[in-house]
């Protein structure tokens, strides 16, 4: 009948389906053609030897070089003990210069491997390093997360913010926020002036070096007010910026402190008390 319409044959809609399929395949095809040819082109390598790695950054042989931190160590600072003395023991440190930070955990021990990656991701615009530093640091770091209300990174001043571009502090604590379900407060602590960089400086000068560089801002302090802060930084060595910081927090009424790093410095493996 002229008024109708007549259906499309059964066949005619398979094929216009398996056409539409090629051609969005062919698409996504040509899409990843340019990335392909930079794969091939440019393959990953790990960031400490430089040998071709799939994707984390560092190889399996370097991987087996960083020496991760684990029970036994110091409950207060986190530094490794030589023998397990039982929960809650405290090293000659924590004992005799006690921080103001409650605790102190990190991933790994600033050797080779963990300097490389640390300089990579602070100096070298590796930001994509910072996702499996960030995990790591999350998995050392548990306990505290667990009691934690939210993160804070440790700033850098607005000028030397603005020559590197990003804070690797802030880009590890947003891994380790979305890996913990916590919130991150990137402006609640200020480095309200320039300092040196602590490299090369006694552990007297790292101490006054960034006295009074830190301040919570009025207009944040209800932010900071009573909650448990986690402080985050790649390395800990004198531990004098975070002990800063710290400071800073509690100040504002912080409820308490603790501190997440990538890497500490670890002299020698303490002997508890």
Known sequence: MSGLQASPHPFNTRLRSRLTSALVAGRSALVSLPRLALDIALPTLCVSCRE????????????????????????????PFVYDPGPGLLSMQAIADPPAYQRARA????????????????????????????????????????????????????????????????????????SAHLPVIGDALRRVR????????????????????????????????????????????????VDACARALLRARAASVDVLVFARVVDTLQTPI
């Open 107 to 178: 991933a790994v021990r600033y050797d080779d491997v963990a300097r490389t990656l640390v300089h990579a991701l602070k100096y070298q615009d590796r930001t994509d390093l910072a996702p499996t530093m960030g995990r790591w640091m999350a998995r050392a770091g548990q306990e505290l997360l667990a009691d934690a209300d939210a993160l804070i990174p440790v700033p850098l001043h607005w000028r030397r913010g603005w020559s590197r571009r990003y804070n690797q502090s802030g880009a590890l604590a947003g891994v380790i926020g979305k």
């Open 52 to 79: 071709p790695v799939a994707g984390e950054g560092v190889c399996a042989a370097c991987w087996s070089k960083l020496s991760f931190i684990a029970p036994p160590f110091c409950a207060r600072l986190g530094i």
């Open 194 to 241: 320039p300092t040196l960089q602590q490299v090369g400086l006694s552990r007297a000068d790292r101490a006054l070096n960034v006295q009074g560089a830190f301040k919570v801002p009025l207009e944040k302090k209800s932010a900071v007010q009573g909650r448990r802060i986690v402080l985050i930084d790649d390395v800990l060595t004198s531990g004098a910026t």
